[in-house]
């Protein structure tokens, strides 16, 4: 290892406004190329958001079956729900599917919106 970074996170609740502090350590081969590696520092986190977001808010843990076609399929059924979430730029997605869940007509007019239908 050539390189440890250090990165410290915070940040607040917007509905508590409890705050928290993070401190991380990444090793890399890496030496000067620090850009490039805050990119992938970045990149990693965004695919823990999604995660977090197909685990908590999809509830995808809790949803399995035996057959693995329709775990698949689940899969992809997940990955366009959290696309169209991205793309309509809400604070809280989950608020934002029951709100699709409760009005129908609301979700076809997001999805025209969106140029998806």
């Known amino acids: 290892m050539r390189t440890v970074i250090k ?3 915070q940040r607040e609740e917007l509905k508590t ?3 928290s502090r993070e401190e991380s350590y990444y090793l890399t ?4 190329n620090y850009e490039e590696i805050c990119v992938a520092i970045r990149h990693h986190w965004q ?5 977090h977001i197909r685990d908590v808010t999809l509830k995808e843990d809790k949803m399995r079956s035996k057959k693995k076609t329709l775990n698949r399929i689940m899969a992809e059924v997940r990955t366009l729900a959290t696309a169209i979430l991205n793309k309509t730029n809400c604070q ?3 608020a934002q599917l029951e709100n699709f ?3 129908f007509d609301g979700l076809i007019i997001t999805l025209k919106n969106l140029n998806f239908l």
């Not at 081969?29 to 000067?32: A, L, R, S, T």
């Not at 695919?47 to 995660?51: G, I, S």
């Open 92 to 94: 809280n997605k989950k």
């Open 101 to 103: 869940s409760d009005d």
């Open 17 to 19: 406004g409890k705050k």
């Open 7 to 9: 990165v410290i996170r």
């Open 47 to 51: 695919v823990e958001t999604a995660n």
């Open 29 to 32: 081969n890496e030496v000067g």
